[in-house]
């Protein structure tokens, strides 16, 4: 819907700018920020735990 919502107010940059910053429209069911999902992709950056 956002994506949308932005095509609408830029007309056709909307999606050329929204794939150069790296914006994807997204389910609301598949996003996952649970801590675990967040240690894992920060673990496949080389970066350390949030939490100590």
């Known amino acids: 819907r956002r994506r ?3 095509r609408m107010a ?3 940059d909307a999606s ?3 794939d150069a910053f790296g ?3 997204l389910a609301p ?6 801590p675990g999902c967040i240690e894992r992709a920060r673990a ?8 100590g």
């Open 10 to 12: 830029l007309g056709e």
């Open 4 to 6: 949308a919502c932005v």
């Open 29 to 34: 069911g598949e996003l996952d920020l649970t």
């Open 23 to 25: 914006i994807e429209e």
């Open 44 to 51: 496949a950056r080389g970066e350390g735990p949030l939490a």
């Open 16 to 18: 050329a700018l929204m």
